[in-house]
Structure formats: C-alpha cells, structure tokens
C-alpha cells in the first residue's frame, strides 16, 4: 500500500539521494522543478547548512543538546551524527509530524542520548513539555533549538497555536536558557509575484507553504542576536567546501543540479542566532 498525499519530508529526503519515498512524492519534486528548477540545490545547499551549523555550535560555541523541530527523513549527516563526532555526549530530540519519519527514526535511533516525538511544531509548549524531551534537555543551560528547511511550513496565522512567530518564538523565549540558539532556514524569493506563485502551487498540492521575503524572515527574529555573517543565502554561511559530501542526487534529478547558478528566483535563507 502507497500513499494518495506526498509528504514534504519524504519529497525533500529523496532530493537528498534517499530511499523512503513513493510515486507520489516523486511525481511532487519533479512537478515542483518544471517551475522551480533550483529546489534540488536549495535542498542540498540546506542539508550542508545543517552541518556547517551544528559543527559550530558544538565545537565553537559549546552546546551539547539540540531539539531538532521538523526534522524529516534519517538521511546522511543528521544532527546527531554531526554533533556526536564533535561532542560524543551530545544529546538530540527529534520532532516531527510526520508518522513516517517516527517510524524510519525510531529504527536508528536506538540510544540514550537521542529520541524522536511526533508532535506538530505549531504548538512548541506541548514539545518543550514532552517526558523525552524533558529526560534529554535541560532548559537550565543552553540549547540549540533547530528550524532548517521547514519556516516556509508555519503559516504567519493557521488554526493551531498561533502562527508562525508562536512557533519559532515560544521555547527560545520562554523556556531556553540565555546564551541558548536558533538556527533557522527556509525558502524565500525576492520576487512577490514569483515567491507566491510558488506557494500558491505548494498549497494547492498539499503543502502548506507561506511565502516570505529576507526581510520577512528578518523581522520574525527581531530581539535576538545573529552569528557572523547572520540572515544570508545559506550557501554565504560560512562556506566549507571540505565538508563531507551528500549522497548522490537521484538519476531523475540529475540535470536540475547547478540550475541555482544560472537563476535564483527562490533560495534557502537562514542563519543563526543566540538569545541575549
């Protein structure tokens, strides 16, 4: 049995070179790139972000717990393998929606110093408040709480919580410790009209998508203080060209690899921020 509805999770995974999708998500990506042919470089370009970001904050600004909020898909480099081969003690909660992703995790991720909920980012007091979360975390001293690739997902105002800002906003205010980070990223195009074509395609394919400017993204953060070199196209932070490679982009994908240098209509936007 398939699937009728693609899952951005597993849409995203198979951009990375995974495995667990179906006809459904892949018919999804490849709809999405006739349109919008540089996604499988911002997904790619994200998933090195990933690394380059919990890298630093393990080895330079020395957190050793992470709540990894719409994590999708196990694929290579997830975060606790990042910061564990920095910091072996490092701990991670996982989240998603996704019952796919919990079942996938829940087979890998058999070890004290990591667990997965699934629980909906919407609504981070029910998360910030959840018995594995509350085993692996102490809210006493600094955490990294992560939004990579998924900010184009929380609506500035949905039916659940309270929108876009609740969500990104409540456990580093409320609940973190000072000196605790967000490192956040999701898609963003300059250009209004373009930017929401693409989300109202999104949304009318089953993907809730907000569209949102750099400017957008800026002021949802306002009050905390950004990391060198702050907000920018994920690709301009702190670039590492001898990090280590992704897998493979699937033969499907192959010939949207590169499209991100000769247009740039949406990109991944994101960077890293620390509560006074």
Known sequence: MTPEQATSARAYGWML????????????VLAVLQGFPECVDIARQNRQFLYRVVRHLVTEAGVSQFLD???GLPTE??????????????RVVYVDIDPTVLAHARA???DRTTAVITADMREPEKIA???????????TEPVAV?????????????NVGAGARHALRHIIDAVAAPGSYVAFSQV?????????????????AGVPWQHRSPADVDALFEGLDPVDPGLVNVLDWRPDPNQPPLEPIPDPLRRYEGATRSQSVVYEYGGLLRKP
């Open 108 to 110: 890998l991720l058999l």
């Open 188 to 204: 963003v195009s300059d250009d209004v009209r373009r930017g929401t074509e693409y989300a109202q395609w999104l949304d009318g």
């Open 146 to 158: 992560l939004f990579l690739s998924v900010g184009h997902h929380l609506k500035d105002v949905d």
């Open 69 to 71: 909020l719409g994590c």
């Open 17 to 28: 070179g995974g495995k667990d999708n179906y006809d459904v998500d892949r018919g999804l």
């Open 77 to 90: 480099n997830n975060v606790h393998e990042v910061a564990q081969r920095f910091d072996p003690a490092a």
């Open 129 to 139: 408040f959840h018995p594995r979360v509350q085993r692996l975390i102490d809210f």
